[in-house]
């Protein structure tokens, strides 16, 4: 059981330039979440899917885009690189929970560490 | 929106108790949750609290009181391998979403 997996784990791209981000699931949850992680500032969500086929924002959406059209997939692209966007990126993962009470713990992959030149 | 307040760093010698503390303004609250995270690693589920009070989970308990928007989560035993970040998050109302304090870095030293 695999949990959540995001590829690549690394990358270094100059600014300007175009990628994606893929995190993998394979827990059938329907709840999907993309953060960046910086120094000093905690997890901060970009966007989120409540499931396959729906993507809302977060607090920082700004110049990233995500799509899920596969349950198990969620993908945050990059359209034009910039500094400010050197991060490292973690992809979650949580199900719909029962009731009042539900916990709906989030899984983290082990992240994806970007640097923008 | 959330705004959640946790120290920046500790340390603690091995076999020792430390607590961290965890301070939250919320426009809504459904739950609070606290993370392990070792250095270039992914944050993994300690604990999680909904109602006032406190939860215990071996070497580990949390405790929340939500009337003054206060959390604390307790590590005894203090074990090398407990050196890590530890985030406290609150779930909010809507879509299950989560919001981050900045971690606490705890160093426990020989």
Redesign the interface.
């Known amino acids: 059981n695999a949990g959540v997996t995001q590829t690549p784990k690394f990358r270094v791209l100059k600014t300007g330039q175009s990628m994606t981000l893929l995190c993998a699931q394979d827990m059938n949850h329907e709840y999907m979440y993309w953060y960046r992680q910086d120094p000093g500032m905690g997890l901060r969500l970009i966007h989120y899917s409540v499931g396959e086929g729906t993507t809302a924002k977060g607090e920082v959406p700004d110049g990233y885009n995500v799509s899920r059209l596969k349950k198990q997939n969620f993908l945050l692209g990059l359209e034009s690189a910039a500094p400010s966007q050197t991060s490292v990126y973690f992809c979650a993962s949580s199900k719909v929970g029962q009731g009042k009470r539900a916990k709906n713990i989030q899984y983290f992959g082990a992240g994806t560490r970007l640097s923008v030149l | 929106g959330q705004n959640?307040d946790q120290p920046?760093e500790m340390t603690a010698t091995e076999g020792a108790i430390v607590q961290i503390n965890c301070t939250y303004q919320t426009s809504g609250f459904n739950?609070l949750?606290w993370y392990q995270q070792h250095a270039g690693?992914?944050?993994?589920?300690l604990s999680?609290n909904?109602?006032d009070g406190l939860e215990e989970k071996g070497r580990f308990s949390s405790f929340l009181s939500r009337s003054k928007g206060y959390s604390y989560l307790l590590l005894k035993e203090l074990q090398m391998k407990d050196s890590a970040s530890y985030?406290c998050?609150v779930?909010g109302r809507v879509?299950?979403?989560?919001?981050?304090?900045?971690?606490t870095t705890v160093t426990v030293r020989a």
Not at chain 2, 41 to 45: I, R, S, V, W
Not at chain 2, 95 to 103: H, P, T
């Open positions: 959640i920046t739950g949750f690693e992914a944050p993994t589920f999680y909904v109602l985030l998050a779930k879509d299950y979403k989560l919001s981050f304090g900045a971690g």
